[in-house]
């Protein structure tokens, strides 16, 4: 089956300690996301690709980081230096074809809670 | 630059009335809509998205979209509501087909019996 899968589902990290998500597509798709969920503020950007090798921060980068080495795997390194890690991440896919609209699919969603 | 305005964070309404969820957005150029439905711990399934030239919308479990150029609005409404429609609904937008998605706070839909 086609799909996105982000793992763990559950995560819990140490405070100081860096932690990456995973996310991997076989839809063939261009373009990746990761979104940060908290309640109450929808869904928050974080960083996202359009290509291979190359990627674009969005409205929340600090502290975190991403590569996107492969077209299939986009995954998410959240560092020592984001002082509220805890939420839920979403890691979502699109194609990217001009003129067209294209959704994006999204994973599960991965819980991360620092302790 | 995009942005979208859901009014109301929180809607209830019972059994079997009205579902009316308000989206406006904010575009430079022709924007792209979307509504999405999330149910709690899970990811977000689309609901439709709004092509240009279908004013219309209709998308899956009986929900519809109505795109107002005037009114920059992008209603979600379901005639009936049912009890497995409570969720989470996010309404989204782009403004081209190569641009970012940018998403509402989001509204939580309940269902009163």
């Known amino acids: 089956d086609g799909g996105i899968t982000q793992s763990p589902k559950y995560l819990f990290r140490k405070e100081g300690q860096n932690v990456t998500l995973s996310c991997e597509q076989n839809l063939n798709h261009d373009a990746m996301y990761w979104y940060r969920q908290d309640p109450g503020q929808g869904l928050r950007l974080i960083y996202y690709s359009q290509i291979v090798n190359d990627f674009q921060k969005g409205d929340i980068a600090e502290g975190y980081s991403v590569s996107r080495e492969k077209k299939e795997s986009f995954p998410l390194t959240v560092t020592s230096a984001q002082k509220n890690p805890t939420a839920f991440y979403l890691c979502a896919s699109s194609i990217e074809r001009a003129g067209v609209n294209t959704e994006a699919f999204f994973g599960q969603g991965t819980r991360l809670t620092v302790v | 630059a995009q942005s979208v305005t859901q009014l109301g964070s929180h809607v209830s309404v019972s059994e079997g009335a009205l579902v009316l969820l308000r989206c406006n957005y904010s575009?430079?150029?022709?924007?792209?809509l979307f509504w999405y439905v999330q149910y709690p711990n899970q990811g977000l399934q689309l609901l439709l998205k709004y092509t240009t030239g279908a004013t219309l919308v209709k998308g899956i479990n009986g929900f519809e979209a109505e795109f107002k150029k005037s009114e920059t609005s992008f209603h979600l409404t379901k005639p009936s509501a049912h009890m497995s429609d409570a969720a989470e609904y996010f309404c989204?937008?782009?403004?081209?087909?190569?641009?970012?998605?940018?998403f509402g706070s989001g509204t939580r839909l309940s269902i009163r019996p």
């Open positions: 989204a937008v782009r403004g081209s087909s190569a641009s970012k998605i940018i």
């Open positions: 575009s430079s150029v022709p924007p792209y």
